[in-house]
């Protein structure tokens, strides 16, 4: 099974609707993080979370908001998803430590979005 | 200015070639230097994790850090086609939470 896992792994949804993605893992990290990745601008931070009482906002937070439910579970909400918000989404865990801890991050296999 | 800058290709090379993929970047404060490897339809895995200056070797893969330049360096040797993918760079520094900057990915083909 894998470590980090994501659903859905695909979702087409319409402009002004309500959206999460899940994140899920099993590998007993602390960090979680949520990125969203676009052609040619490579991985943008949306938003991380150090412990589940520890979460900041990344460099692209506006129009997102995130729950960390458990030290396993770490989700992304588009409270009203608009077409620029269409991209393909990957959560990450790392665990806590030194920097090349912190620095080794599991990626789950991405959501792909579609805003319509 | 984007703080780390990589050239997104694509590259392409026939097999047994050795490719150089590359980034800069204007930090100074970075200390921290990684390379990612992300297949199509997958999320990027870590490849190779250089700490300040020099030089790492992992079997093909070789990882060179300039500071002095701000430049990075990714060496691939005996090139196979299993290596298409793309390769993006990424740095943190200590003062930053160790959070990650990324470039924006080089995507690589090898040609059989």
């Known amino acids: 099974d894998a470590d980090v896992t994501q659903t859905p792994r695909n979702r087409i949804t319409k402009t002004g609707k309500r959206i999460m993605l899940e994140c899920s893992q099993t590998?007993?990290?602390?960090?979680m993080y949520w990125y969203r990745q676009d052609p040619g601008l490579g991985l943008q931070l949306i938003y991380y979370?150090?412990?589940?009482?520890?979460?900041n906002k990344g460099e692209i937070s506006d129009g997102y908001s995130v729950s960390r439910q458990a030290q396993a579970k770490f989700s992304l909400s588009l409270e009203s998803a608009i077409p620029n918000q269409t991209a393909l989404y990957f959560c990450?865990?790392?665990?806590?430590?030194?920097?090349?801890?912190?620095?080794?991050?599991?990626f789950g296999p991405g959501t792909r979005l579609t805003v319509l | 200015q984007k703080e780390v800058e990589q050239d997104p290709g694509p590259l392409s090379v026939p097999e047994g070639a050795i490719v150089s993929l590359n980034c800069t970047y204007s930090?100074?404060?970075?200390?921290?230097f990684m390379w990612y490897r992300q297949y199509s339809r997958k999320g990027p895995e870590l490849l190779m994790y250089?700490?300040s200056s020099g030089n790492k070797e992992d079997g093909r893969f070789t990882a060179q850090v300039d500071k002095s330049s701000k430049y990075i360096s990714l060496f691939i040797r005996d090139s196979q086609p299993s290596d298409s993918a793309t390769y993006l760079c990424?740095?943190?520094?200590?003062?930053?939470?160790?959070?990650?900057?990324w470039g924006a990915g080089t995507k690589l083909i090898i040609k059989p």
């Open positions: 250089t700490y």
């Open positions: 979370s150090f412990d589940v009482k520890d979460i």
């Open positions: 990450a865990t790392s665990p806590s430590g030194n920097a090349i801890s912190t620095d080794t991050q599991y």
């Open positions: 930090n100074s404060a970075f200390q921290y």
């Open positions: 990424a740095m943190s520094y200590m003062d930053s939470n160790y959070q990650l900057i």
């Open positions: 590998k007993g990290h602390d960090r």
